[in-house]
């Protein structure tokens, strides 16, 4: 059984740094691109960053780029994105999402996704 | 950064009815389109991929068509558990986007 699931999640200041975490089992993690999607109180579904399974190529969107960093560790099966500069609109719910087929390319739509974890930026 | 537009923001039906949802692209992106199912406070749900390809395990009411710009996601019947908010995403470049959301509300 595939599973995702996330940790990290917490209260930080504007301008503080959080580094999330999504712990991954019941599929070979290597052969899949992963990626983080948010969801801002109230709101849609925003991709954020993405990287891939076998090199480990990595993409932004620009609300995020030069602040963020995706990572993955294949020997832990673990995704990471480290939040640096956070601002008040990041606040959201971060999900982490797998791609739906095994490639060393991008796929870019998301058959499973973990429970989410809160990011608040706030004073 | 491809935009994508979903119509209505809300829609009001009843059980039994037959629902669409128009997702427009703001240029082509061939069939690279993909739907999503979600509940409060819950994960998105994968319902349709390539335009109109149904995901495994979703019910056969749903159903997805279109290429190019325009797509609809089409629920024949509407049942109990399908009260929902529905997203598209297109995949055809980076930076993958999603419309805005259509919530389904019970009429």
């Known amino acids: 059984e595939v599973q995702l699931l996330e940790s990290g999640g917490g209260l930080v200041q504007p301008g503080g740094s959080l580094r999330l975490s999504c712990a991954a089992s019941?599929?070979?993690?290597?052969?899949?691109?992963m990626s983080w999607v948010r969801q801002a109180p109230g709101k849609g579904l925003e991709w954020v960053s993405g990287?891939?399974?076998?090199?480990?190529?990595?993409y932004y969107a620009d609300s995020v780029k030069g602040r963020f960093t995706i990572s993955r560790s294949n020997s832990m099966n673990t995704l990471y994105l480290q939040m640096n500069s956070l601002r008040a609109e990041d606040t959201a719910v971060y999900y982490c999402?797998?791609?739906?087929?095994?490639?060393?390319?991008?796929?870019?739509?998301?058959?499973?996704w973990g429970q989410g974890t809160q990011v608040t930026v706030s004073s | 950064d491809i935009q994508m537009t979903q119509s209505p923001s809300t829609l009001s039906a009843s059980v039994g009815d037959r629902v669409t949802i128009t997702c427009r692209a703001s240029?082509?992106?061939?069939?690279?389109l993909a739907w999503y199912q979600q509940k409060p406070g819950k994960a998105p749900n994968l319902l349709i991929y390539?335009?109109?390809s149904l995901e495994s395990g979703v019910p056969s009411r749903f159903s997805g068509s279109g290429s190019g710009t325009e797509f609809t996601l089409t629920i024949s019947s509407l049942q109990p558990d399908d009260f929902a908010t529905y997203y598209c995403?297109?995949?055809?470049?980076?930076?993958?986007?999603f419309g805005q959301g259509t919530k389904v509300e019970i009429k």
């Open positions: 995403q297109q995949y055809r470049s980076f930076t993958w986007t």
């Open positions: 019941g599929f070979t993690f290597s052969s899949f691109a």
């Open positions: 240029q082509s992106i061939s069939s690279w």
């Open positions: 990287i891939r399974g076998n090199d480990g190529s990595t």
């Open positions: 999402a797998k791609d739906r087929v095994s490639s060393t390319s991008w796929i870019g739509y998301f058959d499973y």
């Open positions: 390539k335009a109109s």
